[in-house]
């Protein structure tokens, strides 16, 4: 097999910051495509992992799922794409388990081993030197080449830029596709989004695009919600200084059909499933299942990448964006690769929507 050298910015320490090292990885194998990348964007998954959930000793990471870039190389059995197709890598699935089969990949039964896992579904690494560990979300895409599979990967149009693209395949995949596939609102609905960082932004746009209304953002930073008002929200509330759940009945003489909590806020967490109409449905976006027994028919979801189907619904968002309906590329805040732990320090403060970091000229 095939051994490269790449540059990975590589994380040893809890709290960072990231290193830039030169690492060799083996592969493609039969099932594999290897990515030039150049572009990733910086997801919140990322920021907690380099926070709060590495452990030293269980070795090094590579992180990094939000990748775009260009197919360099496809190892025998790949069909879907070839050399010099440019792609957006998103979330792994297994493709053989019950849900993967009936279409609904965000439900497979391997999603965790094969997303967090930080190893391919035999357990091999293709990082060298040992011990360094890669294929988060099955891209580890903080790197200048990934390995990724025919199932995490998303062909786009050549003549729109990958560095605007890359952030499709997570967070804002997770935002619109909450809307408009887990809970399919429907015009007319009222809705709040709970948390307007990328997830949410992506969220009140697509209740936009339904036709949504009210659609009520929530946050606590000035600037986001002001984004908010700008891309479709059409009253926003500041949690820090207003009292939520009466600011939501004084808009809708009610409460709302649907919430979307994106923020991990222990007030928003119930606040989300208490200021539901009857029937109202909830959805958890941090990996919490919401509260139980809640009464006259309301819903609490955990939603797992807006249950999308990437091959199809990357290409409904470029379509969107496309016609101005979806102005995701407002979001993103450049930086070159070397500047990552810059990049990673913005997103925690708050001063950047969406960091994506350029790797290497398309
Ligand atoms: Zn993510
Ligand atoms: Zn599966």
Redesign the pocket.
Not at 43 to 46: G, K, L, Q, S, V
């Given at each position: 097999m095939d051994v490269q050298k790449i540059r990975a910015a590589v994380l040893r320490r809890r709290g960072g910051p990231l290193k830039i090292e030169t690492l060799e990885m083996e592969g493609p194998r039969d099932d594999e495509v290897l990515v030039r990348l150049v572009a990733s964007g910086i997801?919140?998954?990322?920021i907690s992992y380099i926070d709060q959930w590495y452990d030293a000793s269980e070795g090094p990471l590579v992180l990094g799922?939000?990748g775009a870039g260009i197919v360099e190389k496809v190892g025998k059995k790949v069909k879907r794409v070839r050399r010099g197709d440019h792609v957006v890598l998103s979330y792994q699935s297994c493709g053989r388990c019950r849900p993967c089969r009936s279409g609904r990949p965000a439900d497979c039964r391997y999603l965790y081993d094969l997303n967090f896992g930080f190893k391919r579904p035999d357990g091999s690494n293709a990082l060298r030197p040992s011990g360094v560990r890669g294929h988060f979300f099955g891209q580890s895409s903080f790197a200048s080449h990934s390995l990724a599979t025919e199932r995490n990967l998303v062909k786009v149009p050549k003549n729109l830029p990958l560095e605007t693209l890359a952030p499709l395949g997570?967070?804002l995949q997770?935002g619109a596709g909450t809307v408009m596939n887990s809970l399919a609102v429907p015009a007319g609905a009222s809705i709040a989004i709970f948390g307007t960082g990328a997830v949410g932004l992506a969220a009140v746009m697509a209740a936009r695009i339904v036709g949504a209304g009210p659609i009520i953002g929530v946050d606590i930073v000035r600037s986001r919600l002001e984004i908010a008002l700008e891309l479709g929200a059409t009253h926003v509330i500041d949690n820090r200084r207003e009292d939520v759940a009466a600011r939501i009945r004084e808009i809708t003489g009610s409460g709302v059909d649907y919430t979307v909590e994106s923020t991990g806020d222990d007030k928003l967490y119930q606040l989300a499933a208490d200021a539901l109409n009857p029937k109202g449905t909830a959805a958890y976006l941090t990996g919490v299942s919401g509260p139980g027994s809640l009464s006259q028919g309301r819903k609490a979801l955990s939603i797992i990448q807006g249950d999308a189907v990437p091959q199809s619904f990357i290409p409904r968002l470029i379509a969107f964006y496309r016609k101005g309906l979806f102005p995701f590329d407002r979001l993103e805040k450049f930086y070159d690769f070397r500047q990552i732990n810059r990049a990673i320090a913005d997103a925690r403060r708050g001063h950047s929507v969406k960091p994506v970091l350029k790797i290497s000229k398309a």
């Open positions: 997801c919140h998954t990322d799922h939000e997570c967070g997770t």
